[in-house]
C-alpha cells in the first residue's frame, strides 16, 4: 500500500515517540540497578567494618576470661586479681549512607548491643557492691554471653552482606561457648548449695523456737526453777516416755 507523505510523517512521529518511551525507560532503569548496586556496596563495606569489630569485641571477651583465670592471687589479699571491667567496645564506623543502607534489623542489633554493654557492666559494678565472693563467676558468665552476642552479630553481618566467614587464628567463639555452659553449671550448684544451707538453718532455728518454746511452758509448770532445771527435768520425763 502506498502512503502518502501525511502517513509517512504520522508513522515517523509514532515511532519516534516510542523510541524516546522506550530510551527514558531503558534510562530510568539503569540509574535504578545503578543505584540498588551502589546501596548493596556501600552497606556491604559499613557490615564489614561492623563485623570486624564486632570479631575483635568477642576475642577480647575471651581474653578477660583467660585473664581472670590464671589472676595471682597475692598473700595479702581476700582476692585474685579479677579484672571486673568488660572490654571496652569500640566507636563504631562514621557512616551515614551506610547505616541507612544497612538491613535496619541488623542496624537496630548493633546499636542496642553497645548499650547492653552498658547494662551489663553496670549490673557487674551492682552486685560486686554486696558480693565479692563470686566476682570472677559473674564477669566470666556475663562476658561469654556479650561475647557470643557480638560473634553471632557479625556471623549475621557477614552472611546478609554476602561476606565469608572471618578466618579465624584461634576458635575463641566454642571457648566461649564452653566457658558459658561450664561457668553456669557451678553457679547453679553454689545456688543449690545455698539454699539447701538455708533450709537447714531455717529448720534449725524452727527447731530451737520449739524447744524454747516448750522450755518455758514447762518452767511455767515448774514454777520458779532455772531455765537448765527445767531443760533437765523435760529430759528425765522423755526418758522415761521412752523406756515405757
Given amino acids: 500500500m502506498d502512503l502518502g507523505w501525511v502517513d509517512v510523517l504520522k508513522l515517523a512521529a509514532t515511532t519516534g515517540i516510542i523510541t524516546a518511551v522506550l530510551t527514558q525507560g531503558f534510562t530510568w532503569l539503569r540509574e535504578r540497578l545503578t ?13 564489614m567494618r561492623l563485623a570486624v569489630t564486632l ?15 590464671n589472676a595471682e592471687h597475692l598473700p595479702d589479699e581476700q582476692y585474685p586479681e579479677w579484672s571486673v571491667r568488660l572490654p571496652e567496645l569500640p566507636p563504631y564506623p562514621d557512616d551515614s549512607d551506610g547505616w541507612r543502607a544497612l538491613n535496619r534489623r541488623l542496624a537496630a542489633r548493633a546499636l542496642e548491643f553497645r548499650n547492653r554493654v552498658a547494662e551489663t557492666q553496670a549490673l557487674i559494678f551492682g552486685v560486686l557492691e554486696y558480693d565479692e565472693d563470686d566476682a570472677d563467676d559473674l564477669v ?27 578466618e579465624l587464628v584461634w576458635n575463641f567463639p566454642d571457648l566461649l561457648e564452653q566457658k558459658l555452659v561450664e561457668t553456669r553449671a557451678v553457679v ?8 539447701e544451707t538455708s533450709a537447714r538453718w531455717a529448720a534449725e532455728r524452727a527447731s530451737q523456737g520449739e524447744a524454747l518454746a516448750t522450755a518455758l511452758a514447762e518452767r511455767e509448770k515448774f514454777g520458779t526453777r532455772s531455765l537448765p532445771e527445767v531443760l533437765e527435768e523435760i529430759e528425765q520425763l522423755r526418758g522415761s516416755d521412752d523406756r515405757r
Fill in 35 to 47: 543505584a540498588a548496586e551502589k546501596k548493596r556496596d556501600v552497606a556491604g563495606y559499613l557490615a
Fill in 55 to 69: 570479631e575483635a569485641y568477642a576475642s577480647a571477651c575471651q581474653d578477660l576470661i583467660a585473664k581472670n583465670d
Fill in 140 to 166: 566470666a558468665e556475663h562476658a561469654c554471653e556479650r561475647g557470643l552476642e557480638a560473634y553471632r552479630l557479625a556471623v549475621d553481618l557477614r552472611k546478609a552482606s554476602g561476606l565469608d566467614r572471618a
Fill in 188 to 195: 547453679a550448684q553454689r545456688e543449690r548449695e545455698r539454699a
